[in-house]
């Protein structure tokens, strides 16, 4: 503080007792004792938390599914309910929704409403050009990976993914392709319940 | 006054917390991930062959009996209803008198009191018999449709399946437009019956769909 500024403070407010010597008695020359802090824990506790989520995790991995075949979430894909028990194995899949046709998970054609344009068929309409080429390539694909590997052995399992609102006739077009294709098994997946 | 210097004690009681954040970071990655990759609908799958075209490259050699004809029990899905036949002819109508004129399917549609809850933003199949009503709009709704006669169908099966112990085989067709839901239905009706109490009995769990009635 300098000296200027002190002229400005009025005379005598200096002289007003000390406020730390209302703490002690007058004369002690002890120096006040330090407030005992209480111990304030710091940080958020996160024991709960850390227990919910660990029930949560141990609840996802028991539900976490091993299934060779995995339903993708779709709007336009809502397999029937059934009674069925048997588990799906590993094959290829065909996909059938009211729009689009795939070949293990990737897109092969693009339909309407269920029904298959003319363009894309032949042999009475019920052979599907794009589905039995691309059946075709999978089927070329275990074959040579069974030339290999004697224990991959092409088996002919198709396992048929389609919604419930697709008609008998697409149903039928994609198992005669499939048919055509080398595929004589075919596994419908249905959703356990019902 | 000063202590010795063993006896200082310049150190706290050791109250410390465990680092959690690396478990929490490892928490936070896994959760999502596991959430992602879970699969909430159990699924399962219903084997079907389809009927021999040309050479099927593993066809059952038939091992009948001389004395027993194959039932060849096939079930015809249509929009009014199901018709049974075996190799014996068709099965005249639930009902029917002998010598009916009309000739309806042997399992006509019936009108039932159906929840909405399965059918939301459409109709219970067959949709082409129901879509002169409202559609289903609230899954508490429950209104009268035509519907597929389950239950008649399943005694059928029974009667059928008395008769022929043997027969595990039933070949499923259908019009073209019949959704694949009713035919996964009929699938269920003839895999198997569980009366209650009873042993699950089963029907016809072969299933042979047959491409193609028109």
Known sequence: MSDVENENVPEGINDLPDPDSFAAPAGSTKKPKKKRKIEEPTGVTMNSLLDILTIILVFLLKSYSTDPVTLKQAEDLKPPFSSAQLKAEQSTTVTLTLNNLLVDDKPVLRIEEGVVGEGDTSSNGFLVDPLFQALQDSVDHQKRVASFNSSAEFSGVITVISDRHVPFKLLSQVMYTAGQAQFSKFKFMVVKGG | ?214
């Open chain 2, 1 to 214: 006054m000063a202590r010795k210097p063993s006896q200082r004690r310049n150190f706290q009681d050791a109250e410390m917390d465990l680092n959690l954040t690396p478990m929490m970071n490892l928490i936070a990655i896994l959760i999502p991930a596991l959430l992602v990759s879970t699969v909430f609908v159990e699924i399962a799958v219903i084997n079907v062959s389809a009927p021999a075209i040309g050479t099927a490259p593993d066809a059952e050699p038939p091992k009948d009996k001389p004395d027993k004809p194959p039932l060849n029990l096939t079930v015809t899905i249509t929009d009014k209803g199901f018709t049974l036949a075996g190799s014996g002819g068709v099965l005249d109508a639930v009902g029917a008198e002998a010598g009916d004129e009309a000739k309806g399917p042997t399992i006509p549609l019936v009108q039932k009191q159906l929840s909405c809850q399965q059918f939301l933003g459409t109709w219970p199949p067959p949709r082409s018999k129901n879509s002169s009503q409202a559609k289903c709009q609230s899954p508490d709704d429950s209104r009268t449709f035509w519907t597929y006669d389950q239950e008649a169908l399943q005694k059928k099966f029974l009667e059928l399946k008395d008769a022929f112990p043997e027969e595990k085989r039933m070949i499923i067709a259908a019009e073209e437009d019949i959704e694949f839901e009713t035919i996964i239905n009929v699938m269920d009706t003839g895999r198997m019956v569980k009366a209650e109490g009873d042993e699950p009995r089963e029907l016809f769990p072969e299933v042979v769909l047959s491409p193609g009635l028109s």
